[in-house]
């Protein structure tokens, strides 16, 4: 079945209601009046939490990203099984959620039996639209003020649709392979229908780092990643655990967003505060430091310290007052 013949059948025109929503949320003051709003809640969430001690901020996010997460209902299953089988040479698939903290994308695990071979094979599928790129446009924009209450010379760029964020991925992860650095293979985005775009990729079997003990063998494979990224103008945008898996003895990288190529030191910078967060939040920054002094400049981790302050702007990032205390002293010792 042609591409064109396969949109025909399982194009859904949206409803009133749904074309309504969209054309709120994508209206510019309206931008602008809910991305304050959640803004300072944000701000005033964290200021309660180092006063009280709550966790008032790492729930707002939860609420929030529960209530916009989109669902892997049976239309969205059904097509998934047409490009599989077609596209694939699949038989009796099975479909399911991948699990962890999705919220820009649908991350499903497809499982079932090759044709040919009749053997067991597994991809992994990400479903991304419209809702997705509105999604990420306001978490760009929340960045953005961030950028602004920092005075930190960063920028992230947006997205306009689904397709557009499934090939940007597609081709941040054929980047990062060419830089022999490990990432799932890519095979294929496809368009299920109406705004839908489904990016197929390699199965990686392993744990993601964030269920995974942190130890100077893990954090050295991270620093040589994402120093090998840096020398091949290759940035993440969103470095967290979760965006790591553990494979075997190999690190596999996952979930390049967007970010401004053109301020490569300010990206390099960024990406790599984030990671000092990202492990100080599981080991001692002492340790963590040790470490990244073994791959990079006392003048780079200097600047890196300049963007700790913007990464903990990231909702997955909540280190105590000590611990960020304690990062900033020792990366100037």
Known sequence: MSAGRAEYRYYRAPGILERAARALLNNFVVEAVLVLLITLFYIGASGVDHVLGTRLRRTFVGMMHAVSRDRLNFIRKARMRHVFK???GMKKLKIKLAGGSYWLSIPCIVRGIDKKTH???????????ERSAVKHRYMTLMRKMGVIAEGVDLRFDEYHCGREMGEYEKRCLERLRDASVNAPKVYGLHNLGADDYMLVMQFIEGTPLSKVTINDE???RLFIILRKMRENGIFHGDVKMDNFMLSGSAVYVFDC??????????AAAFDLACLLCALADRAPAEAVLARARQYYSASDLERAAGMIDMALYKSDLELSEDRIKKLKQNITA
């Open 86 to 88: 077609k596209e694939y």
């Open 119 to 129: 053997t067991e094979v597994k991809y992994l599928a990400k479903i991304m639209n």
């Open 218 to 220: 893990i954090m050295d």
């Open 257 to 266: 967003l967007k970010i401004d190529r053109s301020g490569a030191e300010e």
